[in-house]
């Protein structure tokens, strides 16, 4: 399968410079290959950090470093690990994994330690995809549930499903055992009921798995509306910038605008449009096309509407056109006296000139986004892998009651189903997972980790 009998090395620190960087070696030789490089006399002592210097080609040194000489099985990686911390230049770094690679060690691949940790039981599956989550993370709520994952957290509860299927499994096995006729050990009824308390708890995971995903992988929002409503206004509002040009002349979005921003913890891109109307100008008219496709895609429109004025044909037309999306309705120059009197049921009113009612709209976007959840502390799950074998695993259970609930159904037809399930589950955690999965899961990483 992979190979791990080789002393692979890597720069463990963003490119570019910094005060410190690290390269970091994992193998059987580490601790030899980093003697080779070092001008410390003998070897590295377990973890003891140890200052010394890096030998260039010739006499002379290369830098200053601290090295440290973390012992198998209690590294990263589960292997022999040292880790050598020099000054951040990037030439210097690559000084110190050349030599390292002159002295016998193999360029690691992306992800490679951290695949290497996970071979040998360091962490199962879920907690490999934590790290990688941990290290991509925006906000610090999508920081927080990578390291729950991390921590274990989802890792116990699939645990805990297992052990009832187990169980369960067992009893029915037992049956076997009793091959006469019509004798059920576990009654099929009991069965079905078993079943459906574990399909329960599996229910409680998925149910917040659209929000868990929303947060990790975070959402599109879409401010629409006609010309000159105060789309733009409400973009550089939220944005926090005056990255959308703002004029009184309607029509002066043309493109879409989008920018990346943190809206209660929730990675929201948000998209500024042109405004809609029917328009014979060109360029104005593939803004608007362009604006259109963008509601399609959004996983929430902010509608905005200008309170200080009647309704417009084209609010009508947008209100009609968005009602079965997810939407809110952002009623804009909340300053100005109000003109419109019709009440909508997600509406927030703002003025995008003085920063009213930012703050509600703020959380009224998280809110329709991603649930209350966010402010619940609870082991998520938030990765679309895990989300589609569970689902997977529930449908399995389903058959398997449906069987049970006839109650003629003999044992082995129900093990298989439930086998079935549990094995979606070993998937989730990495006990079973193809190496084309494992492959597609690590190239994620950069390299380093
Ligand atoms: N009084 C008041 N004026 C506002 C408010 N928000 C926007 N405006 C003004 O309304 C005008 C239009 O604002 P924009 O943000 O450019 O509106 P828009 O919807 O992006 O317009 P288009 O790009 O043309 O579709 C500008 O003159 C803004 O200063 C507000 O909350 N109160
Ligand atoms: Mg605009």
Redesign the pocket.
């Known amino acids: 399968m992979f190979a791990t009998d080789d002393t692979i090395v890597a720069i463990a620190t963003p490119p570019g410079r910094g005060a410190l960087g690290v390269v970091r070696l994992s193998g059987a030789r580490a601790r030899d290959l980093a003697g080779a490089l070092l001008d410390h006399g003998g070897a590295l002592q377990p973890r003891h950090a140890t200052f010394t210097r890096v030998q260039g080609d010739g006499k002379s040194a290369l830098d200053e470093v601290v090295a440290t000489f973390f012992p198998a099985p209690h590294s990263y990686t589960g292997e022999d690990v040292v880790e050598i911390t020099g000054h951040g230049s990037p030439v210097l770094l690559h000084a110190v994994l050349e030599r390292a690679m002159a002295a016998g060690a193999r360029l690691a691949e992306p992800g490679e330690f951290t695949l290497r940790a996970f071979l040998n039981g360091k962490q199962d599956l879920i907690q490999s995809e934590a790290v990688a989550d941990l290290i991509d993370a925006a906000t610090p709520l999508q920081a927080r549930i990578a390291f729950d994952q991390l921590e274990g957290t989802l890792t116990e509860r699939i645990g805990a499903l297992d052990a009832r299927l187990f169980d369960l499994i067992a009893r029915l096995e037992a049956s076997l055992d009793f091959p006469d006729e019509g004798y059920h050990f576990v009654e099929p009824a009991r069965a079905a009921a078993d079943i459906s308390s574990v399909i329960a708890v599996l229910d409680g995971l998925l149910a917040g798995a659209t929000a868990g995903r929303m947060i990790r992988e975070g959402a599109t929002v879409v401010i629409a509306?006609?010309?000159?409503?105060?789309?733009?206004?409400?973009?550089?509002m939220l944005a926090g910038s005056n990255r959308?040009?703002?004029?009184?002349?309607?029509?002066?979005?043309r493109d879409l605008v989008t920018e990346t921003i943190d809206v209660e913890g929730v990675a929201v891109t948000l998209v500024?449009t042109?405004?809609w109307r029917d328009t014979r100008d060109i360029v104005e008219s593939e803004g608007v096309a362009r604006g259109a496709h963008a509601r399609d895609i959004a996983d929430l429109v902010l509608l905005?509407l200008d309170r200080?004025e009647p309704l417009a044909d084209e609010d009508c037309r947008l209100l009609d056109e968005t009602s079965k999306m997810n939407r809110v309705v952002v009623l804009?120059?909340?300053?100005?006296p109000a003109e419109t009197t019709r009440t909508f049921r997600e509406a927030v009113a703002?003025?995008?000139?003085?920063g009213d009612g930012f703050d509600a709209l703020r959380r009224t976007i998280a809110t329709t986004l991603v649930g209350e959840e966010r402010l619940r502390d609870q082991a998520r799950i938030s990765n679309t892998r895990h989300i589609a074998l569970l689902e997977q695993c529930r449908a399995s259970l389903d058959a398997a009651r449906r069987a049970a609930e006839t109650g003629n159904v003999p044992e082995e037809f129900l093990l298989i189903d439930l086998q079935a399930a549990r094995m979606r589950l070993d998937e989730i955690v990495g006990r079973r997972t193809s190496e084309d999965v494992l492959r597609h899961i690590f190239e994620r990483f950069c390299i380093g980790k």
Do not use: E, M, Q
């Open positions: 509306g006609r010309p000159n409503v105060g789309k733009s206004s409400v973009f550089n959308a040009i703002v004029t009184a002349i309607p029509g002066t979005t500024d042109a405004g905005v200080s804009n120059k909340s300053d100005l703002v003025s995008a000139l003085s």
